[in-house]
């Protein structure tokens, strides 16, 4: 717990560095023409959509209660990126990357640290709509992980889409990704999983915002009666802008309300963002 300790410290430690670095003007929120959220506009409608047409750079600190047999803590930390590109005849590549770091319990007392497998999804995206914006691509899992209790010893592929509304005052959609493993190490058992991430995010006024932004997952392998993990929670963010770019910090609260055995009971998030202008 001292290590799970210190990293929520530094965690909050960053949070506040960033608020207090993030003063600065705001202004009337308002939906592109396009349909993508611009930064001007409201950025609070970007920190949870994949396919915002901005550059958007999160850390997440994750607290996972109750894992494992001995029911003890896992923490956490997310590096994530989203990263749009502009295609001929008015596509768009959307890259959603993440890499986590981690520190897994391992039985009754010990304990590891290392990075976790690193998440790749690409996301083509033809011409939108004023308010709907859809893409469909492909989902990689690369085997990053240092210690073989942290990642799945897998490269896993398959295919994965987004679709995206937007209004003025708020945001809603979902992204859906099946994978299966296609290579990696013979003595780890095979990957089939689906993961839906759906989200709603409620703009209040012009720099807070509530939000869900739950994943469900299904794993078609387990050993167990019980694949799914179906998480139910929520929480509250707060947007500060400074000059062209943003700072972004929310608290979440989920509880994993469907889960098979060993998997947390509960998890809180901290996360604090950037946005940028693409």
Known sequence: MK???AGLCCLFALLAAGSAMAAGPTGEPAVGAAGAVKLAADPALAVENPLARVVNLQLNGNVNFDKGAAERTQAVGLFGATIPVDLPRRWNLFLNASLPVMDQPVGVADRVQGLGDTTLNLFFSPPSSPHWVF????????????????????????????????ERTWVAGAAVSQSWSITGANDRLGVSRLLISPFVTWR???????????????????????????????????????????????????????????????????????VFPK
């Open 135 to 166: 893409a469909a691509g492909s989902s990689i899992v690369l085997p990053t992980a240092t210690d073989a209790t942290l990642g799945q010893g897998k490269w896993d592929a398959g295919p994965a889409m987004a679709l995206v509304h937007t």
């Open 204 to 274: 209040l006024d012009k720099s807070w915002y509530l939000f869900t932004a739950p994943t469900l997952s299904a794993d078609w392998n387990t050993t167990t009666n019980r694949a799914w993990t179906v998480p139910l929670g929520g929480g509250v963010g707060h947007v500060i802008r400074r000059g062209k770019h943003a700072v972004n910090f929310a608290v979440q609260a989920y509880a994993n309300v469907v889960r098979p055995n060993g998997a947390p009971s509960w998890q809180l998030r901290l996360t604090t963002g950037w």
């Open 3 to 5: 290590l799970t300790t």
